[in-house]
């Protein structure tokens, strides 16, 4: 017990800079490379066929609700965990992590017979071809049959994570990555002994990524002899409110990333209905999606690595550090984002040139050009409110980063897509004014994270003890 609270100690003391620096990279480079693995992925698969490429497209959005349920759940786990630690209750700890990998484990058996018997009653509204429809189903069934691994296999990520220690999640992330990057041709294509699966050799490889994840986290979770948190199902408890604590945070966290899931289903169907230039914008839009993750990737691994210092003293009662943290957080995320805006609006060009079918279009390359520099605008806005969002979970009040992601993506971004696009895009019949509904919805966003900030701080951190001296460097 004397070793852990003393290795927790760090994120009490340790200088913030120092700290979230070893916090937060790790976590950004096991993000670059997942972003990374997102465009290869894609590449590989366009190499059978239309069908097969759109058929990753429709499966896609519910893939993401299993991540959805896991990085949710995982968060609010996290969270609890470092509360916890910050009040010297280990006990606590300990028992939020045990409950927290039941949750995934239940979530995880539920949601691989839900995939498994019902995978083509959910796709079949998407598609009106039959070999797109079973290209989707093979991949959607067989990842999602398998959820209980991508479940555990960020759980024990966050947990560790949640603990204090980033190496150790960046390690099971980038084994996870590389080995799907691996697979991905050679179940693809049929290398050396390997069958030529197709699609489906894809979502095996999807799987068999997470399962190194899964198999890695376990390890470092459950074997390591300078563990912080200890897994003990043979004296759970369900009593209190630690259910509760995990979903508060868990809970809105999950609909956040569903929603946006469902908001880019919408901006699609807006598209379709009122532009001429209607697959070429799609086209430019998920190109958009892919690039841009390489700018918002390293700040949501920014936002993992403050995370656990902001809760942790957050229960320690360290309003300096607390206020410290996010200070330096919001400076580099700035800093990130106003890069990734001077590389959109100086090259779009060179940027869409990457992507053969674009790059030799001129139409769909002036759309592309529009595109990418008009929607970077919101980079610097989605910069502050990506951080301070991770503020409200850190003080476990995650209902109030549903509540900015709810406004910003559903009550903002699709009736500012659809009243741009149907009286400003369609006389013209090109997609030059939809764009603007990105930049609009993230500043209607900021303001109201920043609104939200201001109850926090006056409700919550006001509360806490003060101390007169921090270490930023």
């Not at 897994?231 to 809970?251: C, H, K, M, P, Q």
């Not at 139409?363 to 409200?392: D, K, M, N």
């Not at 900030?453 to 270490?471: M, Q």
Request: glycine fraction near 8%; charged fraction near 15%.
């Amino acid at each position: 017990m004397e070793t852990k609270t003393v290795e927790l100690n760090r994120l009490g003391t340790e200088k913030i800079g120092k700290l979230l620096l070893k916090m937060s990279v790790p976590m950004m480079i096991s993000m670059l490379v997942l972003a990374l693995y997102n465009i290869v992925d894609t590449l590989f698969v366009a190499k059978i066929s239309e069908e097969a490429t759109s058929a990753l497209t429709i499966a896609f959005p519910f893939q993401m609700l299993i991540s959805s349920i896991a990085v949710g759940t995982s968060v609010g786990i996290s969270s609890l965990i470092s509360r916890r630690l910050g009040e010297q209750n280990q006990q606590a700890a300990d028992n939020a992590a045990t409950v927290g990998v039941l949750l995934l484990v239940i979530s995880g058996a539920l949601v691989s017979l839900i995939y498994f018997f019902l995978a083509k009653t959910i796709l079949q509204p998407f598609s009106t071809d039959e070999v797109e429809l079973n290209h989707a189903v093979d991949y959607l069934r067989i990842c999602g049959s398998m959820s209980l691994f991508v479940m555990i296999s960020v759980g024990t990520e966050k947990i560790i994570q949640g603990t204090g220690n980033a190496v150790k999640p960046m390690i099971i992330q980038l084994a996870g990555a590389i080995t799907n990057i691996v697979f991905d041709p050679i179940l693809i294509f049929g290398y050396g002994f390997f069958p030529k699966m197709g699609v489906a050799g894809a979502a095996v490889a999807t799987v068999a990524g997470q399962a190194v994840s899964m198999v890695l986290g376990l390890l470092f979770l459950l074997c390591d002899k300078k563990k912080k948190v200890t897994l003990n199902f043979r004296e759970i408890s369900l009593r209190g409110t630690v259910v509760r604590d995990i979903y508060d945070v868990g809970a809105p966290s999950i609909l956040m990333q569903s929603i946006a899931s469902f908001v880019t289903m919408g901006i699609y169907a807006i598209i379709n209905a009122f532009l001429v230039a209607a697959l070429k914008a799609k086209c430019v839009l998920g190109i958009y999606f892919k690039i841009q993750s390489f700018i918002f990737m390293p700040v949501f691994g920014l936002n993992s690595g403050s995370l656990p210092i902001m809760a942790y003293n957050y229960g320690a009662r360290r309003k300096d550090r607390f206020i410290a943290t996010l200070k330096l957080s919001l400076l580099w995320a700035l800093i990130i984002m106003l890069t990734g805006l001077a590389l959109f609006q100086i090259f779009p060009k060179q940027i869409l040139s990457m992507f053969e079918s674009v790059g030799k279009d001129p139409e769909t390359l002036a759309i592309g050009v529009r595109a990418l520099r008009t929607i970077s605008l919101c980079f610097p806005f989605a910069a502050v409110g990506i951080i301070l969002v991770g503020s409200f979970n850190a003080v476990g009040k995650g209902i109030f980063a549903l509540i900015v992601s709810g406004a910003r993506q559903v009550v903002v971004i699709l009736p500012a897509a659809f009243i741009l696009a149907k009286f400003f895009d369609a006389p013209a019949q090109s997609a030059t004014y939809i764009w603007w509904a990105y930049p609009i919805a993230e500043l209607m966003g900021l303001v109201l994270s920043i609104t939200l900030f201001l109850v926090v701080k006056k409700r919550y951190l006001d509360k806490l003890n003060n101390t007169d001296s921090v270490e930023l460097k």
